[in-house]
């Protein structure tokens, strides 16, 4: 009885949720703002993101200060939602703040190689701090590796980063650190699916994250392969051990001497035949990305009566949204055309 009602509970709630997303209107219209308080403003007064921005002066508001006021209404509404669903919304919650925690300490990385380790400072999350063992201040005053692996001392990722130590004068292995770190998140994400999930609704939440890694590896091979360059050794090593790409289709990904080559292989593998051949023009493969997982829980959440896959579809399509709310302020700031600003986004249906 308590698992119907949950079940009950977290899709409705979820798709009630989602039903105060922004529509169409709400997306020309922010499209059509000339400047970032302007677009803060229409924010705050006509969309449900008024909340997380109540309080800021429209006049004098900073790009900065507006994505992490979303962020962080983002990572509280996830958060409370998580609490609804009985089975896996417990780890589902928990891989939320595991992401979280990769992506600073990789930023305090990208700012440790760049020396300017105190900009994390600026940046900082400080909504995570009551969900994370990270020290994210002393993320701040890192000056060396090893002063990250004390910001991180305890956490699961110290045992992980720690081979990663860069011998005096070499440069650290970035990729490999982020490989270590994405491969630890989602090697939880499949135990949790596999031990507390079962048919459809296995298979449903299966779908959703190995199209994504799947997409995620292709974009790995177009960027390292034609954009830095790397042997076939390194690009073959930086891709994630997931998904359902056969090896001989890496294999012709990785042999491939052309980006065109590239994506006529992968449009032929089981996730390029679902959702590259009819993806029209895109900016970038990031975007590609996340049209994908887009479209896919666009269905999901909908169709799917499992709350466990509804949950993550809520999620991620939110997530997508602040994405794209994002995209649209940067693009107003640095004064772009609506329309190159539209051609950006994810979410193409506006």
């Given at each position: 009885?308590?698992?119907?009602?949950?079940?009950?509970?977290?899709?409705?709630?979820?798709?009630?949720?989602?039903?105060?997303?922004?529509?169409?209107?709400?997306?020309?219209e922010l499209l059509e703002c000339k400047s970032v308080s302007e677009?803060?403003?229409?924010?705050?007064?006509?969309?449900?993101?008024?909340?997380?921005?109540?309080?800021?002066?429209?006049?004098?508001?900073?790009?900065?200060?507006?994505?992490?006021?979303?962020?962080?209404?983002?990572?509280?509404?996830?958060?409370?939602?998580?609490?609804?669903?009985?089975?896996?919304?417990?780890?589902?919650?928990?891989?939320?703040?595991?992401?979280?925690?990769?992506?600073?300490?990789?930023?305090?990385?990208?700012?440790?190689?760049?020396?300017?380790?105190?900009?994390?400072?600026?940046?900082?999350?400080?909504?995570?701090?009551?969900?994370?063992?990270?020290?994210?201040?002393?993320?701040?005053?890192?000056?060396?590796?090893?002063?990250?692996?004390?910001?991180?001392?305890?956490?699961?990722?110290?045992?992980?980063?720690?081979?990663?130590?860069?011998?005096?004068?070499?440069?650290?292995?970035?990729?490999?650190?982020?490989?270590?770190?994405?491969?630890?998140?989602?090697?939880?994400?499949?135990?949790?699916?596999?031990?507390?999930?079962?048919?459809?609704?296995?298979?449903?939440?299966?779908?959703?994250?190995?199209?994504?890694?799947?997409?995620?590896?292709?974009?790995?091979?177009?960027?390292?392969?034609?954009?830095?360059?790397?042997?076939?050794?390194?690009?073959?090593?930086?891709?994630?051990?997931?998904?359902?790409?056969?090896?001989?289709?890496?294999?012709?990904?990785?042999?491939?001497?052309?980006?065109?080559?590239?994506?006529?292989?992968?449009?032929?593998?089981?996730?390029?035949?679902?959702?590259?051949?009819?993806?029209?023009?895109?900016?970038?493969?990031?975007?590609?990305?996340?049209?994908?997982?887009?479209?896919?829980?666009?269905?999901?959440?909908?169709?799917?009566?499992?709350?466990?896959?509804?949950?993550?579809?809520?999620?991620?399509?939110?997530?997508?949204?602040?994405?794209?709310?994002?995209?649209?302020?940067?693009?107003?700031?640095?004064?772009?055309?609506?329309?190159?600003?539209?051609?950006?986004?994810?979410?193409?249906?506006?």
């Open positions: 009885m308590l698992f119907n009602y949950s079940s009950n509970v977290i899709l409705a709630k979820a798709r009630a949720m989602y039903g105060r997303r922004l529509t169409r209107q709400n997306y020309r677009a803060a403003s229409y924010l705050k007064n006509r969309t449900a993101y008024g909340s997380a921005l109540a309080g800021v002066n429209e006049s004098d508001v900073h790009r900065r200060q507006i994505e992490v006021r979303l962020r962080q209404k983002l990572f509280e509404d996830n958060s409370a939602l998580c609490r609804y669903e009985i089975t896996i919304g417990e780890h589902f919650a928990q891989y939320l703040v595991a992401r979280s925690e990769i992506e600073q300490i990789m930023h305090s990385l990208v700012l440790l190689g760049g020396q300017v380790p105190e900009e994390y400072l600026f940046s900082m999350p400080a909504y995570l701090t009551a969900h994370t063992h990270l020290d994210l201040a002393g993320l701040s005053h890192i000056r060396t590796y090893d002063d990250l692996l004390q910001a991180v001392a305890h956490t699961p990722y110290r045992k992980l980063l720690e081979g990663f130590r860069p011998a005096p004068g070499v440069s650290l292995n970035y990729m490999g650190v982020e490989n270590a770190l994405y491969t630890y998140l989602y090697k939880e994400v499949f135990r949790v699916i596999d031990n507390r999930t079962h048919g459809e609704n296995s298979e449903q939440l299966r779908e959703i994250f190995e199209s994504y890694l799947d997409l995620q590896n292709y974009l790995r091979i177009v960027r390292l392969k034609f954009i830095h360059k790397e042997s076939i050794d390194v690009v073959r090593s930086s891709l994630l051990p997931f998904g359902k790409l056969h090896q001989r289709h890496l294999d012709a990904l990785l042999d491939a001497e052309t980006e065109e080559q590239v994506a006529a292989i992968a449009r032929k593998t089981p996730v390029g035949k679902r959702f590259l051949k009819n993806q029209g023009s895109y900016a970038y493969v990031e975007q590609l990305m996340n049209r994908t997982k887009y479209k896919t829980c666009r269905r999901d959440i909908r169709f799917s009566t499992h709350p466990s896959v509804v949950l993550i579809s809520y999620i991620f399509l939110m997530e997508i949204e602040v994405g794209d709310i994002i995209t649209i302020i940067e693009g107003i700031r640095y004064q772009l055309a609506p329309d190159e600003i539209k051609s950006m986004l994810t979410v193409v249906d506006i």
